[in-house]
Nanobody, 118 residues
Framework: QVQLVQSGGGLVQAGGSLRLSCAAS????MAWVRHGPGKEREFAAA????????YYADSVKGRFTIYRDNAYNTVYLQMNSLKPEDTAVYYC???????????????WGQGTQVTVSS
């Protein structure tokens, strides 16, 4: 069982930046998945277990950066140039095995609200 504890998020104006953090109890492939109002749950970014590979949805590529501090099993999502359409609850997720560019993860954080005002 992997436990994930998220922090960060909040309200920011369009064009601003936020950073999300996710502390994990183990070292796994991890991802950020978001669920916006009236939208389907959406894959945003993922990182492999030892940070050899990162993946991004087209909608966030070039604006978001996922990275991890393996010494502390913490994964971050740096979000720059935020847009109102980035407004969503963001979930940290982990899985055993290979990283996935989907929302199919095994363990989930508690979620954190990100609101981008226009």
């Amino acid at each position: 069982q992997v436990q994930l504890v998220q922090s960060g998020g909040g309200l920011v104006q369009a064009g601003g930046s936020l950073r999300l953090s996710c502390a994990a109890s183990g070292r796994n492939a991890m991802a950020w998945v978001r669920h916006g109002p009236g939208k389907e749950r959406e894959f945003a970014a993922a990182i492999s277990r030892y940070a050899h590979s990162t993946y991004y949805a087209d909608s966030v590529k070039g604006r978001f950066t996922i990275y991890r501090d393996n010494a502390y099993n913490t994964v971050y999502l740096q979000m720059n140039s935020l847009k109102p359409e980035d407004t969503a609850v963001y979930y940290c997720a982990a899985k055993t095995g290979e990283v996935a560019v989907t929302t199919e993860y095994d363990y989930w954080g508690q979620g954190t609200q990100v609101t981008v005002s226009s």
